[in-house]
């Protein structure tokens, strides 16, 4: 199943999630990430906290959506908004259709504490991303997958409330 996360800059909370994803459940997944503006570069934060971690950072980078919305593009079968910028906009028509939900973390960029704000954004995207990899997400359809991951958000946002 092939998973794009998006963000508008494709900087910080769509590269956690693209590594994540291929790191947690590789055999099963595959992430891709990119933004509708992307800025061009990965934030140093995500970076420090991905090799914090102990994964990989080796070829990510910032880029555009477009990139995935042509015909010759990888099929997406699952598109992933992690920033409400990102889920209020227009977003390209997507070949084959995928579904899309909307799983808003906050920016941890532009935080006071870039250390702290990047161990809640990729604490958080982990847990929701470790109970998707539970589900059975192939043999769903789009609006089951789009309700499964919604719920997982909901119970999960309580839990960074809790936390945060």
Not at 18 to 44: C, H, K, M, T, Y
Not at 48 to 75: I, V
Request: charge should be negative; glycine fraction near 8%.
């Amino acid at each position: 199943m092939n998973i794009l996360v998006l963000c508008t800059g494709n900087s910080a909370r769509s590269i956690l999630g693209e590594v994540l994803i291929d790191n947690l459940d590789g055999e099963r997944f595959r992430a891709f990430s990119a933004g509708s503006r992307p800025v061009g570069r990965v934030n140093p934060g995500a970076i420090a906290k991905l090799e914090r971690e102990g994964h990989l950072t080796e070829g990510l980078s910032s880029k555009s959506w477009d990139e995935f919305a042509n015909p010759d593009s990888p099929q997406i079968d699952l598109v992933i908004t992690v920033c409400d910028s990102a889920a209020g906009e227009s977003c390209p028509i997507w070949p084959g259709h995928p579904a899309v939900v909307h799983w808003g973390i906050p920016d941890p960029a532009h935080a006071d504490d870039i250390d702290a704000a990047f161990d809640r954004a990729y604490d958080s995207l982990r847990r929701r991303i470790e109970a998707m990899a539970e589900l059975e997400l192939e043999d769903l359809d789009n609006t089951a997958i789009v309700d499964a991951l919604t719920a997982i958000h909901a119970r999960e946002k309580k839990a960074d409330s809790t936390v945060g």
